[in-house]
């Protein structure tokens, strides 16, 4: 009867022991375990968080798939723009410069307005041409009423031909004196207009 609990015993303990050596080979197993790549890679990966931490957040990327497309190209660079044609604007009158009536830069079409020179000695002027002129004018046609009367009064011989040959050469002069005057105008006009700078050449910049 002895012998026969003393089996029972040793029975009951290799269970215990072979199911605690089962438990312990199992929880080994299934515990996760570092491959020595990884290892020896954390202390890097842990420097490069504290190397990021210090340069700034990390930028976000996006996955995406690869396509074939057009990329625009840029360049970037310092020089110095030179225009292929170039023309000088000078004024062709002196004055004084009132006005600008354009920016650096500005795209201008021909007959544009750019510069005004002070018109008022030009404007002066073309006053003075033209009622010179005026003048003249109404010099010429009493000239030519008393011209048309000695024609009449030498046939009755109450002016001499003298006089009429006289009278014909005032009217002559006169009418001189007024192409000078027109043309006297003229000039005038030209320089009042010269006053104004304007563009010659279209789809230019200024």
Same mark, same amino acid.
């Given at each position: 009867?002895?012998?026969?609990?003393?089996?029972?015993?040793?029975?009951?303990?290799?269970?215990?022991?072979?199911?605690?050596?089962?438990?312990?080979?199992?929880?080994?197993?299934?515990?996760?375990?570092?491959?020595?790549?990884?290892?020896?890679?954390?202390?890097?990966?842990?420097?490069?968080?504290?190397?990021?931490?210090?340069?700034?957040?990390?930028?976000?990327?996006?996955?995406?798939?690869?396509?074939?497309?057009?990329?625009?190209?840029?360049?970037?660079?310092?020089?110095?723009?030179?225009?292929?044609?170039?023309?000088?604007?000078?004024?062709?009158? @002196?004055?004084?410069?009132?006005?600008?009536?354009?920016?650096?830069?500005?795209?201008?079409?021909?007959?544009?307005?750019?510069?005004?020179? @002070?018109?008022?000695?030009?404007?002066?002027?073309?006053?003075?041409?033209?009622?010179?002129?005026?003048? @003249?004018?109404?010099?010429?046609?009493?000239?030519?009423?008393?011209?048309?009367?000695?024609?009449?009064?030498?046939?009755?011989?109450?002016?001499?031909?003298?006089?009429?040959d006289a009278q014909q050469a005032l009217?002559?002069?006169?009418?001189?004196?007024?192409?000078?005057?027109?043309?006297?105008?003229?000039?005038?006009?030209?320089?009042? @207009?010269?006053?104004?700078?304007?563009?010659?050449?279209?789809?230019?910049?200024?």
């Amino acid at each position: 009867m002895k012998g026969s609990n003393t089996f029972r015993w040793a029975i009951a303990i290799g269970v215990v022991a072979a199911a605690a050596a089962f438990w312990f080979w199992h929880s080994r197993s299934e515990s996760p375990t570092a491959a020595p790549g990884v290892a020896a890679q954390a202390p890097h990966t842990a420097a490069a968080g504290r190397r990021g931490m210090r340069d700034g957040p990390l930028a976000p990327v996006q996955a995406a798939t690869a396509t074939t497309q057009a990329v625009p190209r840029y360049l970037s660079g310092l020089g110095t723009v030179t225009a292929a044609n170039t023309v000088t604007v000078r004024s062709r009158v @002196d004055g004084q410069l009132i006005a600008l009536h354009f920016q650096e830069g500005q795209q201008v079409n021909a007959g544009d307005l750019l510069a005004q020179i @002070d018109p008022s000695q030009f404007k002066v002027a073309l006053a003075q041409a033209q009622g010179q002129l005026a003048k @003249d004018n109404a010099t010429l046609a009493n000239a030519r009423r008393d011209l048309a009367r000695y024609q009449q009064l030498v046939k009755t011989n109450l002016v001499s031909r003298q006089e009429l040959d006289a009278q014909q050469a005032l009217v002559n002069e006169t009418q001189g004196t007024i192409k000078a005057d027109e043309a006297n105008v003229a000039s005038a006009q030209l320089q009042l @207009d010269w006053s104004r700078i304007t563009a010659r050449s279209r789809d230019a910049w200024v």
